[in-house]
């Protein structure tokens, strides 16, 4: 449709059926079927306002859309079709590791292929806006959406945001593309204490240095809508922060696209304190700039009364109304209301081989071995293996947020390891978790639910006794341990990192054998293994890795795949160290560089102030070896880069790929600096004794950082940069920044 004809259909709609434009509502509402995820409520609107409704959350089927498309353009006026919107965080039906897992590959180019598949798969559904990616930086494991998050970095957040908005709209022309929506705007992560819905609170500088950046990478890579936190923000709740939504976004970074509020969190500006009634959050929400209103009863029943007494200008509505049209017409969608939606694509483009292929791929390199000792990895095919716990031979691999995924789909760890080896026993070991009272706060288990999942006292025994019977008879014990689906994601938020005390247990129980433990670590966080680390030969962190995370849990295990992930997310020693990151700013009694001793240092009295395993750490089959650090030249000018190059040997036989990671650090500044922050890397393969020389480059602007009232700031000083295989083993060197051209 023309844009003229754009405008003359806003100008022939009532204020009603504009409204409506703004107006998003879950499947309940139009008779199909849907995946709920908000509090259950009674949202009280107008049928008339429901049959106006301009947009669906989590409606999926080809057929169900079609249907409910066709039902609601009979009921407009005008016959505008809906936006259809869900969330796709990693993956429709074919499920990627969880986000956290995906940054561990470091290969932001693989993630885009995943998300542009992601987009193949929900707009074969009928959907057409993904809620993806989620960019927020996470700095406390406690919280329960890290799982969500690419990791605690800003700069590789906005590659990953860069990369996963562009996989998922490369496609959109040919209706095999979704939109995507980028989220929590802004800091979401950043809640006190690792607490969901908790407040945030934080200077400009650090806004803008460690949690802004992936945002605006997201949005300059051309997302077409922006959701807003859940949260405050130094006070002012995200989806009624003007200065967020209109100075920042709209007119700092000239965003164009669609604002729309979280799961409804215009009607929370209530409960924040914040608006006195759903009308004032409606008008304090549509002021800020939210183009829409997701779940709750605020625009539908506010909007209205706020024009017709003229508190509101009918003109904030309409540009609100305009960026929905325009999107609903860039989308082809009065041509076509049914996008991508067809029941025999459906059928033909899920979980397909090669999407299967990907999703192994991805899983593979996704896996972290933090682990190794006297590399007792890989595994000898005609080792007998004793494969114990509770994801020996479970199919819920795929973690809280892969709401369209099934797991029944999904690769078991038990059938990963049959494909090398007919030498395997399977036991179950105990129950994930078998504590009831926590089990039920989770709040997706029903009491019914919860006596299936956990054993009787005697089952547990019973349990116990099988696997330290297979174990005795095995040369080799894999245990598969960690967290429970619903104990990782929104509203997951934990105090205590530690495993299961059951799970702990039956590791004690099975160390009393004196044989080789591989630890298998399913989770959706960092766990605390301080402890455990002391017990298990090797450990794989496998995050929850998807619908074919036994396969390449196998291919790790016995070689196949030579394990490249690397952390992107601190490990602690003890739960409360968190938040817990790599890029923290230097303090004047660093512990092990200061005048001072002893005491009176940073750090703690009855545990390590370092993380356990460190951002950017991870193992590979074989020793590595970085040397010939060369900086190009001793001082770097605002028009002269200075080249950082070195070489890397590969001393074993294995072939690898290694994760090159560069970081610097600026010794002086007017703002404090990080001890060091990642500003590149580069992922590379190398064969089995061979050499690679790597190079890159830094410029000035990768120097500039951020004051208190948000300015930001390039000044001379001396630069350190390290380089090195993770954030601790590094290569050191420096040059002079000197803040003017050459």
């Known amino acids: 449709m023309k844009q003229e004809k754009i405008f003359t259909l806003l100008n022939e709609m009532s204020l009603d059926e504009k409204i409506g434009q703004l107006i998003q509502l879950s499947g309940e509402f139009f008779s199909a079927s849907d995946i709920s995820i908000g509090p259950i ?98 700095h406390d494991a406690r919280w329960g959406r890290v799982l969500e998050s690419p990791g605690e970095d800003p700069y590789l957040n906005s590659v990953y945001s860069k990369n996963m908005v562009e996989g998922l709209q490369e496609n959109l022309a040919n209706k095999t593309g979704q939109v995507s929506c980028i989220k929590h705007y802004a800091a979401y992560g950043a809640v006190e ?97 939210v183009d829409i209103d997701m779940k709750s009863p605020c625009y539908a029943n506010g909007l209205h009364e706020l024009v017709t007494n003229g508190t509101l200008d009918e003109e904030k509505i309409n540009n609100a109304v305009l960026k929905v049209l325009n999107l609903k017409n860039q989308l082809g969608l009065f041509e076509n209301p049914y996008f991508g939606a067809s029941v025999e694509k459906e059928k033909n483009s899920i979980l397909t081989p090669q999407k299967r292929k990907l999703a192994r791929k991805l899983a593979q390199e996704s896996l972290v071995l933090i682990q190794n000792k006297n590399n007792i990895l890989p595994l000898k095919k005609d080792a007998k293996v004793a494969l114990i716990g509770p994801y020996a031979n479970s199919q819920k691999l795929i973690g809280m947020w892969a709401i369209h995924g099934n797991s029944k789909d999904t690769v078991t760890i038990a059938d990963g390891l049959r494909q090398y ?49 297979a174990a005795k008879a095995a040369d080799i014990i894999v245990l598969t341990l960690g967290e429970e689906t619903y104990e990782a994601g929104e509203a997951g938020a934990k105090t205590n990192l530690n495993i299961a005390p ?69 490990f602690p020693y003890a739960s409360a160290q968190e938040p817990l990151y790599y890029n923290h700013l230097s303090t004047g009694r660093p512990e092990n560089n200061s ?87 580069t992922k590379i393969a190398i064969s089995g004794h061979s050499s690679q020389h790597v190079e890159f480059y830094i410029n000035a602007s990768q120097l500039s950082f951020y004051d208190n009232i948000g300015r930001s700031h390039k000044e001379s000083s001396k630069i350190q940069v390290y380089v090195g295989t993770n954030g601790v083993q590094l290569l050191k060197g420096k040059f002079d920044f000197i803040n003017k051209r050459s």
């Open 595 to 681: 005048q001072h001793v002893g005491r009176f240092v940073s750090k703690y009295i009855d545990a390590s102030a370092r993380a356990l395993y460190p951002f950017g750490y991870g193992l590979s089959y074989g020793k590595i070896k970085y040397s010939n650090l060369t900086i190009s030249s001793e001082r770097l000018f605002l028009d002269k880069p200075v080249k950082i190059s070195l070489d890397i040997e590969n001393l074993s036989d294995y072939d690898r790929k290694e994760t090159v990671q560069l970081y610097i650090h600026q010794e002086t500044a007017s703002i404090v600096q990080p001890v060091k922050r990642l500003i590149d890397f």
């Open 193 to 289: 204490a690792g607490r969901e819905y908790n407040q945030v609170d934080m200077s400009l500088s650090n806004l803008y240095q460690n949690f802004l950046p992936p945002y605006k990478a997201g949005v300059k890579a051309g997302a077409g809508m922006v959701m807003t936190a859940l949260t405050t923000l130094n006070g002012v709740p995200s989806t009624a922060d003007k200065w967020l939504l209109s100075d920042v976004l709209r007119k700092k970074w000239k965003f164009n696209g669609i604002i729309i509020s979280d799961y409804a969190s215009i009607y929370e500006l209530i409960k924040h304190g914040f608006a006195r009634d759903s009308t004032d959050a409606a008008l304090k929400a549509i002021d800020a700039g």
């Open 41 to 138: 409520e009674k949202l009280g609107i107008s049928k008339k306002m429901v049959n106006l409704c301009g947009s669906a959350l989590n409606v999926v089927g080809a057929e169900n859309i079609r249907r409910v498309q066709d039902q609601q353009m009979q009921k407009q006026p005008h016959h505008i079709p809906m936006l259809f919107m869900s969330d796709v965080i990693y993956g429709f039906k074919t499920i990627f590791p969880i986000p956290l897992g995906l940054g561990s590959s470091w290969d932001p180019k693989l993630v885009k292929r995943a998300y542009s598949v992601a987009a193949e798969e929900a707009s074969a559904s009928g959907n057409q806006v993904a809620f993806a990616p989620m960019v927020d930086v996470v």
């Open 421 to 469: 080896t007919n030498n395997l026993t399977v036991t179950h070991g105990t129950d994930l978790c078998r504590d009831k009272a926590l089990l039920k706060k989770l709040g997706f288990l029903t009491e019914e639910d919860i006596n299936k999942i956990v054993s009787s006292p005697e089952k547990e025994r019973l349990h116990i006794q099988n696997a330290f019977k």
């Open 502 to 570: 059951n799970q702990l247990k039956l590791l004690d129980k099975l160390s009393q054998l004196n044989k080789p433990i591989i630890l298998v670590l399913i989770s959706g966080r960092p766990l605390v293994l301080t402890k455990v680390k002391d017990k298990v030969d090797a450990i794989l962190e496998s995050w929850f890795p998807g619908t074919e995370g036994g396969n390449a849990i196998a291919d790790i295990l016995f070689g196949k795949v030579n394990p490249s992930g690397r952390l992107t997310m601190s």
